[in-house]
């Protein structure tokens, strides 16, 4: 059996090419990473500006998303 020896250079190195390879194979996975990562800030931002402001009854959120006034 052959004996690999790499040094930590050549395992960045390859570690780097595997990255690239990726990123141009697979854009769609990484753009879905990136759209979840993007809706749960949002989502983060929205809980924390809820918090901060008066609350309603839940009737009058259904009126709202209905278009009911």
Do not use: P, W
Request: charged fraction near 40%; avoid cysteine.
């Amino acid at each position: 059996m052959t004996e690999i020896s790499l040094d930590e250079g050549r395992i960045k190195e390859l570690m780097k090419q595997a990255m690239l390879e990726l990123l141009k194979e697979r854009r769609d996975l990484i753009y879905d990473v990136f759209a979840e990562v993007i809706e749960d800030l949002a989502l983060t931002n929205a809980i924390k500006e809820g918090e901060s402001t008066e609350s309603v009854k839940r009737e009058e959120v259904f009126k709202t998303l209905e278009g009911v006034s």
